[in-house]
């Protein structure tokens, strides 16, 4: 049975930082992504990493300020979260699959970890 636990947000305030943690059990996948979901927004793209390799990919809007990075010996996958901007406040998702930054490609997603940041 797939399982992806996200695990590390919570309340930051302007400028700060935190780290998003996603652990990955009962197979491996080529590629690891985060998305994020904002109050009565749709759920968008935050950023891709390829399991072999690290090729990455971000979203323009956390561009220089995220960094995704994956463990394969624990097969977990990290997104730090730097500079952080109100309009960072969401429930991050970390998701499971190919290679993709949209949101339909992923089949594995995890139960979300809400990331509140304070102005």
């Known amino acids: 049975q797939v399982q992806l636990v996200e695990s590390g947000g919570g309340l930051v305030q302007a400028g700060g930082s935190l780290r998003l943690s996603c652990a990955a059990s009962?197979?491996?996948?080529?590629?690891y992504a985060w998305f994020r979901q904002a109050p009565g927004k749709e759920r968008d793209f935050v950023a891709v990493?390829?399991?072999?390799?690290?090729?990455?990919y971000y979203a323009d809007s956390v561009k220089g300020r995220f960094t995704i990075s994956r463990d394969n010996t624990k097969n977990t996958v990290f997104l730090q979260m730097n500079s952080m901007k109100p309009e960072d406040t969401a429930v991050y998702y970390c998701?499971?699959?190919?290679?993709?930054?949209?949101?339909?490609?992923?089949?594995?997603w995890g139960q979300g970890t809400q990331v509140t940041v304070s102005s």
């Open positions: 990493i390829n399991r072999i390799g690290g090729r990455t």
């Open positions: 998701a499971a699959g190919g290679w993709s930054i949209v949101v339909n490609s992923y089949d594995y």
């Open positions: 009962g197979r491996t996948f080529s590629s």
